[in-house]
């Protein structure tokens, strides 16, 4: 499919998904569905091909964290800002952020 094809089908303009193609854009989880569907392909092998998500984690059980993570993007109710901000409290809790110390908690926590 060309360009102009593949914009056609998902419903976003021409020149939007030309700077996408180029690396000039990043597009929201909102045009990455809509390409998703434009193409007939499953959003979760989008989010693999655009990189977001390794080949190698589809199809592994539900608690993995591209699970997790791919709930977050698909979720059409959230807005850009607040998938960053889930996921990077997600990594934050599951260890993928800063390192943190082997404490154990303290009380209250």
Request: proline fraction near 7%; hydrophobic fraction near 35%; avoid cysteine.
């Amino acid at each position: 499919m060309s360009v102009r094809q593949v914009a056609k089908a998902a419903g976003i303009s021409n020149p939007y998904l030309s700077q996408i193609e180029r690396g000039l854009r990043k597009p929201s989880a909102e045009i990455l569905q809509q390409l998703a569907k434009g193409l007939r392909i499953s959003a979760e092998q989008l989010y693999i091909r655009a990189g977001i998500l390794d080949d190698s984690s589809a199809g592994a059980p539900v608690d993995q964290p591209y699970d997790v993570t791919l709930a977050i993007m698909a979720d059409e109710r959230l807005t850009d800002r607040q998938r960053r901000a889930l996921l990077d409290v997600y990594r934050s809790f599951v260890g993928e952020g800063p390192d943190e110390p082997d404490s154990p908690e303290t009380p209250g926590d």
